[in-house]
């Protein structure tokens, strides 16, 4: 069941098994580091590394190198030792870290994805065209003047368009413009088949998928066209009923899985590795 929080914010079930996710690995996290991390000589070694760089300032305004080179050497050696300790929960939680990151990044990094996906492009009856050159490995039937092409899937949140260049045979400017061009496609998981065309002003109802077709040059002749297809779909598993942008960071109506993983697991880091006594 979704969690939501009227006029603020609303958490797809999606988004709470994310969240979830997140608050069980920063837990594992915080409790790895805590067996493994030896705190005191963590706190050791970033002092000694604090007083040092103190001496090194100290020693380059007197111009004594001898006691710079030794301290610098002497915080090399802390620093290495901090690095020692830092870096100790990472050989037991990398790998399992970067499956759990592949399982969220294939279940949830595309959520609407249109599927069995077919555009046919109709060609007028008054329009003759030769030699005709498709994108995307179209197929042009002369007999029944029609280009088509086929995709077994549309990603949500994605603009594709595909081009044709053919010689003009017959037919004029406005016979080419009311070429008419269908897409029909399937939602995952579901057996309903939907289709617009670009005849449509603006999109059907309960539609993730849009289609315009625009004559891009005509003369001597020759005709390229452009039909472009949108998946307007999110991945979004927590949704705000507002804009907000905070510096690089933007509220865009929502959060993909990534975003929604990322601020569960700041905020609970924050919490457990203070229950946990970890700096």
Request: glycine share 4%.
């Amino acid at each position: 069941m979704d969690f939501a929080m009227p006029g603020l914010w609303l958490v797809t079930d999606n988004g709470q098994a994310i969240a979830l996710i997140s608050i069980l690995v920063s837990l594992v996290s915080a409790l790895v580091r805590k067996a493994t991390v030896d705190t005191e000589k963590l706190k050791y070694a970033r002092e000694q590394m604090k007083e040092h760089q103190k001496k090194i300032q100290e020693a380059q305004k007197k111009g004594d190198e001898k006691a710079m080179l030794k301290s610098q050497e002497a915080m090399s050696k802390h620093m290495m030792a901090q690095m020692s300790q830092s870096f100790k929960p990472l050989l037991i939680t990398l790998v399992p870290f970067l499956l759990v990151f592949n399982y969220l990044g294939s279940n949830y990094g595309d959520l609407n994805p249109a599927v069995n996906v077919t555009i046919i492009d109709n060609i007028p009856s008054a329009v003759s065209l030769e030699n005709v050159v498709t994108s995307n490995n179209g197929t042009y039937n002369q007999e029944n003047k029609t280009i088509t092409w086929t995709f077994q899937k549309i990603h949500s949140d994605s603009v594709n368009k595909l081009t044709v260049e053919a010689d003009v045979k017959s037919g004029s400017l406005d016979d080419l413009r009311s070429d008419k061009a269908v897409l029909s496609y399937a939602r995952q998981n579901g057996n309903n088949t939907f289709t617009i065309s670009t005849d449509d002003k603006q999109p059907a109802e309960g539609s993730i998928m849009t289609i315009e077709k625009n004559i891009e040059n005509i003369g001597n002749s020759k005709v390229t066209y452009g039909i472009t297809y949108k998946n307007i779909a999110t991945d979004n598993v927590i949704f705000f009923p507002y804009y907000v942008d905070f510096l690089f960071f933007q509220f865009h109506n929502g959060l993909t899985w990534f975003w929604c993983y990322f601020l569960v697991s700041v905020i609970a880091s924050i919490f457990i590795n203070k229950a946990l006594g970890l700096n």
